[in-house]
Nanobody
């Protein structure tokens, strides 16, 4: 069974940086578009960034330029490098994988990111 496990969340000061990791198990990540979404309390889940198997990336407008998505298919891992963090970035960050042929969708359990002084 496909599983996604996020890690790397925590407390960081405004202006700081954090790198999140997500490991896919139970399948070959090369068959998936992988990405990151986030959800703050009282708000809908929103796109952060996606990375297709062909190497195309897509960023939410508010995150582009500060966040960078990357992936290592050999390790079945997708990363999210977050820089210049603000309190508005506080949310639970979820890893996502979509099969490029069958469109199966999988979600991780989420990792909390808190930006505060």
């Amino acid at each position: 069974q496909v599983q996604l496990v996020e890690s790397g969340g925590g407390l960081v000061q405004p202006g700081g940086s954090l790198r999140l990791s997500c490991v896919l198990s139970g399948s070959d990540s090369s068959h998936y578009t992988m990405g990151w979404y986030r959800q703050a309390p009282g708000k809908q889940r929103e796109l952060v960034a996606t990375f297709t198997k062909s190497g195309s990336t897509n960023y939410s407008h508010s995150m582009k330029g500060r966040f960078t998505i990357s992936r290592d298919n050999a390790q079945n891992t997708v990363y999210l490098q977050m820089n210049s963090l603000t309190p508005e970035d506080t949310a639970v960050y979820y890893c996502n994988a979509v099969h490029t042929v069958f469109s199966y969708i999988y979600w991780g359990q989420g990792t909390q990111v808190t930006v505060s002084s």
